[in-house]
């Protein structure tokens, strides 16, 4: 197991390297010039164009990609991800302010589908074949299929806009005012939730039924247990392995999809941080929120390979 868990981090830990290098080169190959964006409409004064080179200088644009590159990795290696263009904030800082909104978002939604599909599985799985069954298969499928920032807007229209019933955008820290906080993250959750609802439901009933019809189901329903005791004593237990790694490539991938729904709800989180630096054009809070979303979704992946050894007896003991 530790062994195991050595070479993850390992894996781990190239991953990221080969993704900084990545997005530091799709970063320099984009249009435009760091320095420019950075002096904005006085860099095209021809007076200005000694304090210009004396900028790109300063920010490095003068030597070759590769030493550029390994100063950025550098700093970064030391907890130094540069400062914010716009306005001269550390990034670091900026990104520590909006991670816990985005965590909130991430965690809510997790937990809140979860708690929803892990039911609705059980139950389609016994009922395999009946109308309930089938009801649920096609709502999973509508569920994946449906646009996310497209239920947020019409979720936003019915009870913000008709209803009045809760707030349409923004957010508030949960420590700060919790009563506010969890009426701004209704709509949000219930947005990412439709999603997770929809994919976990349909993978854990698949997965149920493959279980249940094993022999050693059978077995158990021979000695004489009960069907609630066969299905979360026994077919669970071999079901929650494969339900474990779902959730983590599910939570993982909404690392990257977060970012649409905080744009749609005005939920000031990494992904809205993200949209804001692209369109201001500030280098270093775009490399920095690139790079922790893809560390935050490297994490996620080695907790879940981690998690699912532990769960997994067999490869565990191997």
Not at 57 to 72: A, I, K, N, S
Not at 195 to 221: C, G, K, N, P
Request: aromatic residues 10%; neutral net charge; contains cysteine.
């Amino acid at each position: 197991m530790l062994a195991f868990a050595l070479r993850r981090l390992l894996e781990t830990i190239v991953t990221l390297l080969i993704l900084s290098m990545l997005v530091f080169g799709m970063l320099l190959a984009a249009p435009g010039d760091p320095a420019v964006a950075l002096l904005g409409r006085a860099a095209a004064r021809p007076e200005n164009q000694e304090l210009l080179e004396r900028l790109r200088r300063e920010m490095g644009l003068d030597q070759p990609v590769y030493v550029q590159y390994l100063r950025w990795i550098g700093r970064v290696i030391q907890g130094d991800l540069g400062v914010s263009n716009r306005n001269g904030e550390p990034v670091i800082t900026l990104i520590a302010s909006r991670f816990p909104a985005t965590l909130q978002l991430l965690t809510c939604s997790t937990i809140v589908s979860l708690i929803i599909a892990i039911p609705l599985a059980v139950a389609a799985a016994v009922w395999r074949g009946s109308w309930f069954d089938q009801t649920l298969v096609f709502l999973s499928v509508a569920g994946v299929a449906i646009p996310g920032f497209w239920f947020g807007l019409i979720l936003i229209l019915v009870f913000s806009v008709y209803l009045g019933w809760l707030p349409p955008s923004g957010h508030t820290p949960l420590f700060e005012d919790p009563i506010d906080s969890l009426q701004r993250s209704v709509m949000p959750v219930i947005t990412l939730s439709v999603y997770l609802v929809a994919a976990f439901t349909r993978f854990l009933r698949a997965d149920l039924i493959e279980v249940l019809s094993q022999d050693y189901i059978r077995t158990a329903y021979a000695k004489g247990l009960s069907r609630r005791t066969v299905m979360w004593r026994h077919a669970m237990k071999n079901a929650l392995p494969s339900l474990w790694t779902m959730a983590g490539i599910e939570v993982g991938t909404l690392l990257g999809g977060v970012i649409i729904i905080e744009q749609v709800f005005g939920w000031s989180g990494i992904g809205w941080l993200a949209v804001q630096a692209v369109n201001n054009r500030d280098y270093p809070l775009v490399l920095g929120t690139v790079l922790v979303v893809a560390a935050g979704f490297s994490f996620v992946t080695l907790i879940t390979d981690l998690g699912y050894a532990w769960l997994n007896p067999e490869l565990r003991y191997s």
